[in-house]
């Protein structure tokens, strides 16, 4: 796939649309402008190991709430999913008798 979008941006270079390039070399459009995601992670996982660093009893809502006043747009069901792949949680805390 980046053979392609590299062939493309090869055409554009020469001249050509963006939507000549696609159909010559067969990719759709769309396919051509995604960028993955996961490249998005792992700038976001160090910015979460370093809260959880700073605010160790924190979780991933307090996570998710220094994000959002940092400015960051992001997801809470993201911020959980990489909580928990990092094994960032806390053990939860046991009811006393």
Known sequence: MEEKRM???GLAARGLSERAG???VGISRSG???RCAEDEDDSL???L???SREHPRAGYRMAWAHLRREGERVNHKRVWRLWKEMGLCQPRR????
């Open 7 to 9: 062939a493309v941006e």
């Open 32 to 34: 051509y402008r995604y």
């Open 22 to 24: 696609c159909e010559l």
């Open 94 to 97: 046991r009811r006393r008798r």
């Open 49 to 51: 190991a370093r809260i």
């Open 45 to 47: 996982e160090k910015r």
